[in-house]
């Protein structure tokens, strides 16, 4: 616990924190009051922690991190929060990298994705990430520091080192791919405190993709592949979209998880 209490107001305020919030429609009541009472240093803190999350905030924002593939993320305000789900991209990936591979994290977030993937893989991996939000950059150089990444601010490919080209074994690129439509469908955590080009993917969800794929087979090596999450039925598309790019698309999928991945590979 952040700070110190007796075992007896101990738990009459785990369980005031665990009401508050259940009060507040946290689902998972009982964790999250966990994880603010060990992260708080004082009460005033703790006050202050549980009312940002009574309010909507997500709690990655309030604590300042999230669990992702066995490492504590650190997340500011507005940055996109990594989803559990992604974790299944990054095994993916893990399957089909190369000792001491060149990996690049495109529309990086937090970095979560690359910091996770060179964290896990057998060999150590040369990380290269960007984003175009700046607050998304800041938070990934402090995520990626550990793997020696390079981190930059700006469109896509655009702002990566020209030598790069040809030379990539592992593209990851957790593209946007809500369609825009469907925002107003997103629970109030995302919509609200997340930065709308996280999450808005175009008309059909799959105008980044289209923008990412075109691009991919000038920078990937040969037999590097990009890797993606969708949704089950934006897949054919999907699919249609790499090949369209002169890639070979192939579909994972993780039930367990609700995450669907395509690998597409430089032919």
Same mark, same amino acid.
């Given at each position: 616990?952040?700070?110190?209490?007796?075992? !007896?107001?101990?738990?009459?305020?785990?369980?005031?924190? #665990?009401?508050? %919030?259940?009060?507040?429609?946290?689902? !998972?009541?009982?964790?999250?009051? @966990?994880? $603010? %009472?060990?992260?708080?240093?004082?009460?005033?803190?703790?006050?202050?922690? /549980? @009312?940002?999350?009574?309010? *909507?905030?997500? %709690?990655?924002?309030?604590?300042?991190?999230?669990?992702? *593939?066995? %490492? @504590?993320?650190?997340?500011?305000?507005?940055?996109?929060?990594?989803?559990?789900?992604?974790?299944?991209?990054?095994? #993916?990936?893990?399957?089909?990298?190369?000792?001491?591979?060149?990996?690049?994290?495109?529309?990086? *977030?937090? *970095?979560?994705?690359?910091?996770?993937?060179?964290?896990?893989?057998?060999?150590?991996? &040369?990380?290269?990430?960007?984003?175009?939000?700046?607050?998304? =950059?800041?938070?990934?150089?402090?995520?990626?520091?550990?793997?020696?990444?390079?981190?930059?601010?700006?469109?896509?490919? &655009?702002?990566?080192?020209?030598?790069?080209?040809?030379?990539?074994? /592992?593209?990851?690129?957790? =593209?946007?791919?809500?369609?825009?439509?469907?925002?107003?469908?997103?629970?109030?955590?995302?919509?609200?405190?997340?930065?709308?080009?996280?999450?808005?993917?175009?008309?059909?969800?799959?105008? /980044?993709?289209?923008?990412?794929?075109?691009?991919?087979?000038?920078? $990937?090596?040969?037999?590097? +592949?990009?890797?993606? &999450?969708?949704?089950?039925?934006?897949?054919?598309? +999907?699919?249609?979209?790499?090949?369209?790019?002169?890639?070979?698309?192939? =579909?994972?999928?993780?039930?367990?998880?609700?995450? #669907?991945?395509?690998?597409? #590979?430089?032919?």
């Amino acid at each position: 616990m952040g700070f110190h209490l007796s075992v !007896f107001s101990s738990a009459l305020l785990r369980s005031s924190v #665990t009401s508050r %919030l259940r009060a507040a429609g946290c689902v !998972f009541a009982e964790d999250e009051a @966990r994880i $603010l %009472l060990d992260a708080a240093t004082t009460p005033a803190e703790l006050a202050a922690m /549980v @009312r940002s999350r009574a309010q *909507g905030h997500p %709690l990655e924002h309030v604590v300042g991190w999230a669990e992702f *593939g066995g %490492l @504590r993320i650190s997340v500011d305000a507005g940055v996109f929060v990594p989803r559990r789900r992604s974790e299944f991209l990054v095994e #993916t990936a893990l399957g089909l990298t190369p000792a001491h591979a060149l990996v690049v994290d495109l529309c990086c *977030g937090s *970095g979560a994705l690359a910091a996770a993937l060179a964290a896990a893989a057998a060999h150590p991996v &040369e990380v290269y990430a960007a984003d175009v939000d700046a607050a998304a =950059v800041r938070c990934a150089r402090r995520n990626l520091a550990d793997a020696g990444g390079r981190v930059f601010e700006g469109d896509l490919f &655009e702002p990566l080192p020209a030598a790069l080209h040809g030379r990539v074994d /592992v593209l990851l690129a957790n =593209v946007p791919y809500v369609p825009t439509a469907d925002i107003a469908l997103l629970p109030a955590e995302a919509r609200v405190h997340e930065a709308r080009p996280a999450l808005d993917g175009g008309a059909d969800g799959l105008d /980044v993709l289209r923008r990412v794929a075109g691009e991919a087979p000038r920078w $990937l090596a040969p037999g590097g +592949a990009l890797f993606f &999450e969708t949704s089950e039925r934006q897949v054919p598309e +999907a699919l249609a979209v790499v090949g369209a790019a002169g890639l070979h698309g192939a =579909v994972s999928g993780c039930a367990d998880r609700d995450a #669907t991945v395509v690998t597409a #590979t430089r032919r």
